[in-house]
């Protein structure tokens, strides 16, 4: 079965530190997708980027970037120059295709970012 | 931009009452999903909709049923609240053959 694992809780960091979020998954599937969404306290979900189990080329967004190696089954989340605007609660997600073709998500349990000024 | 309302942002019932939770997208989106969200336990789907009519049970459906009989809707329907039914529940909607999907501002209910 599909699982997502992020093991750090919470994070706290000052402003302008570099800070990377972990997240590991395990799927039998040859072909999936893995998320991050953003949960700000305002409580909605926020996606940040999707990436298919082909494309390993790490990606950057501004401060965000992310690193994804099937060899280690990883995609870690990496903010740059952290500011206060970053905290939030950051969840990790794999895709899951059941025998109807229906496309779930598998939600890692998140970690809770804090950035204090 | 995508839109996804949901009917209330804080809720506050009885135990034993009946529970409508309300989600409204206007995206003309195949699949919705009811998740909720517990401290320490992540985001868990409740029931998800691949079509109007249709229903799913997600990973832990108990104490829960779902209603979609307009494309855009979708009902979370708590029968007989209960106070470990207390948690934040968050709504989504995607496109058939998207797995991207786009969440609602959720709704925190409280059963006394």
């Known amino acids: 079965a599909q699982k997502v694992t992020q093991a750090q809780t919470e994070i706290s960091v000052v402003e302008k530190e570099d800070v990377t979020l972990d997240c590991v998954y395990e799927t039998r599937d040859t072909t999936y997708y893995l998320f991050w969404y953003k949960q700000p306290p305002s409580g909605e979900l926020v996606f940040l980027i999707r990436r298919n189990s082909f494309d390993e080329q790490n990606e950057i967004s501004g401060r965000y970037s992310w690193n994804f190696q099937k060899s280690t089954s990883s995609f870690n989340f990496t903010i740059t120059a952290s500011q206060v605007v970053d905290s939030a609660v950051y969840f990790c997600?794999?895709?899951?295709?059941?025998?109807?073709?229906?496309?779930?998500?598998?939600f890692g349990k998140g970690t809770k970012l804090t950035v204090n000024p | 931009d995508v839109k996804v309302t949901q009917s209330s942002r804080y809720l506050v019932k009885r135990t034993g009452e009946k529970v409508f939770l309300e989600c409204v997208q206007d995206m003309d989106h195949e699949n919705m999903f009811w998740y909720r969200q517990d401290p320490g336990l992540g985001l868990r789907l409740i029931y998800f909709s691949y079509d109007v009519k249709m229903k799913e049970k997600g990973d832990i459906p108990e104490g829960y049923s779902v209603s979609r009989e307009k494309k855009e809707r979708f009902s979370l329907i708590l029968e007989s609240a209960s106070t470990n039914q207390t948690s934040m529940y968050l709504c989504?909607?995607?496109?058939?053959?998207?797995?991207?999907?786009?969440f609602g501002p959720g709704t925190r209910l409280t059963v006394l």
């Open positions: 997600a794999l895709s899951e295709e059941d025998q109807g073709g229906s496309e779930k998500l598998v």
């Open positions: 989504a909607s995607s496109f058939l053959g998207n797995n991207e999907q786009f």
